[in-house]
């Protein structure tokens, strides 16, 4: 046995006494080991995997070695740059409807500390309505629909807030449409998962106050957990904090994404499907001639991009200053190329377009 002080306060004298006990030691496994509960092991190793990934996605800074320039100038080999890749590009939709689909954070606005004041660049709001003028366009984000669209401010586009769950646009009469009636689109696939989605934003709330620089958001039908000011020793700290409020939720599931951890309704849907969706609503479901091209940077983009390659239609373009498994097509740079790609490579179409092909449209 081993001997442990205690200090026993006398409440008569006001003297504190140290009295030795006996204790027991933890009773060792036969070659002497102490076992650890498997229960205990188990979760240690998923939070462990779970911070990983989060590294893995979410690297707080880069190194400049020659492997990683070897790994680079490989990786742009398969994901060439759109930009440079204009004539090919064009040759690919020469003939067809272009129908554009623009992540938000990352692609169309710088990523920011304060994802309250993640502004696009009013250069960038002139390229996406010039844009709108020739193509059907649609911005697909994991934020509040709402939210983005007051960041945004086009009345003229498709708007699919909450990774696709909560998908508004124009009146379906719209010059694009097919389909001639007054109809606005709208499609909510996960509404019955509200009160559930609010509870919990509540207790993450809650939770996750005692962790410095976290910051939890409520994007309606699906949550945020931005540790961007987070200190990265922190992060499995804050990992097992959205793990435990999340073990009474079986029905939510978990992602992550460019420093935020995603919290969403365990069904069927991602940015791929609201895709597909939005492809219908513009009548353009089992079209040949028609050309999506999709460009978002961060995970969840990657349903999209895998859709587009499911189809075998259309191209996705892969924001990102590094290299990153995807099944996008091409590259561009942070959102300053993605700008300028953008403009240059679709912008290019506009001088084939006949003015009178969309009649009513409103000018710049």
């Not at 240690?44 to 680079?72: C, F, G, M, Q, Y």
């Not at 996960?190 to 962790?211: C, G, R």
């Not at 679709?346 to 969309?358: D, I, Q, R, W």
Request: proline fraction near 6%; glycine fraction near 6%; charged fraction near 30%.
């Amino acid at each position: 046995m081993t001997q442990q002080n205690v200090v026993v306060s006398d409440p008569k004298s006001g003297i504190n006494r140290a009295i030795t006990v006996a204790q027991k030691p933890p009773v060792a496994a036969p070659g002497g080991y102490i076992p650890i509960p498997r229960r205990r092991i188990l979760k240690n190793l998923e939070i462990n995997a779970w911070v990983d990934s989060i590294r893995a996605s979410s690297p707080t800074h880069a190194k400049s070695t020659p492997s990683l320039a070897e790994e680079h100038s490989s990786w742009i080999l398969h994901h060439p740059s759109a930009l440079d890749m204009f004539e090919q590009i064009m040759d690919a939709s020469k003939g067809k409807q272009i129908v554009m689909f623009l992540d938000y954070d990352g692609t169309l606005s710088p990523i920011v500390d304060d994802p309250d004041r993640a502004f696009m660049s009013d250069s960038m709001r002139r390229t996406v309505r010039k844009l709108a003028r020739y193509f059907p366009t649609a911005i697909v984000t994991g934020r509040c629909r709402d939210k983005v669209y007051n960041f945004v401010r086009l009345a003229e586009l498709y708007y699919a807030g909450s990774h696709g769950m909560d998908i508004k646009g124009p009146t379906r009469d719209s010059k694009y449409n097919k389909d001639k009636t007054a109809e606005a689109v709208l499609f909510q696939p996960a509404s019955e998962f509200l009160p559930m989605i609010d509870e919990v934003y509540e207790k993450l709330v809650e939770k996750t106050k005692s962790t410095p620089g976290a910051r939890v958001e409520n994007n309606k039908f699906c949550l945020s957990v931005h540790f961007r000011c987070v200190d990265e020793k922190k992060w499995s700290e804050l990992a097992q904090q959205v793990k435990s409020v999340l073990k009474d939720y079986p029905k939510l599931r978990r992602s992550q994404g460019r420093k935020v951890l995603e919290i969403r309704p365990d069904i069927k849907w991602d940015k791929g499907k609201a895709l597909e969706f939005l492809l219908e609503s513009l009548g353009f479901a089992n079209c040949n001639d028609v050309f999506p091209v999709y460009i978002g940077d961060d995970k969840t983009d990657e349903d999209a991009f895998k859709k587009l390659r499911d189809r075998g239609q259309g191209l996705g373009i892969l924001v990102s200053k590094f290299p990153k498994d995807t099944t996008a097509s091409y590259s561009l740079q942070e959102p300053n190329e993605a700008s300028d790609g953008v403009s240059s490579t679709f912008g290019g179409v506009e001088t084939s377009v006949p003015e009178n092909t969309f009649p009513g449209v409103n000018e710049i």
